[in-house]
């Protein structure tokens, strides 16, 4: 599959950008960078695919699994160090039914961060740091 974006140039450091999927958007470069405050930046936009694919992969991997999952929240933190992101920190924290099911949740996360798209096309170092409750019944 082939994915398009488009971006046109508002003048300064902003634009616009339009998906595929009909999603669009401001986006400019950070604030500290002489662009604009309260709309997206490519970097905000990086870790937010980051995350958002990282979570698609985790929900198909736990459902092969067999596990069921009460709830989940993902943080992702990218340490940038001028000319490129050294490090990119994912933490989710992963509530999952069931005694004993720790280690399975926590294979299921290390085989999103391998299997989805976004997460396997970046260079930097990814570091998997999960936090996961298990709750039984």
């Known amino acids: 599959m082939i994915y398009v974006n488009r971006s046109t140039w508002n003048g300064g450091s902003s634009g616009h950008t339009v998906c ?3 999603a669009e958007m401001e986006f400019s470069s950070p604030p500290m960078q002489h662009g604009k405050a309260g709309v997206m930046t490519p970097e905000d936009a990086l870790m937010m695919a980051v995350n958002t694919g990282f979570q ?3 929900v198909r991997e736990m459902e ?3 596990l069921e999952m009460a709830a989940y929240e993902c943080r992702v933190e990218g340490d940038e160090n001028g000319s490129a992101f050294s490090l990119i920190r994912v933490m989710p924290k992963v509530t999952v039914c069931g005694a004993g099911t720790e280690e399975k949740a926590k294979s299921c996360l290390s085989l999103a961060l391998s299997s989805s798209p976004i997460t396997a ?3 930097s170092e990814i570091a998997l740091e999960p936090e996961i409750v298990t709750i039984g019944y």
Request: aromatic share 0%.
């Open 20 to 22: 595929q999927n009909g």
């Open 56 to 58: 698609i992969a985790v």
């Open 121 to 123: 096309s970046i260079k």
């Open 64 to 66: 092969k699994a067999g």
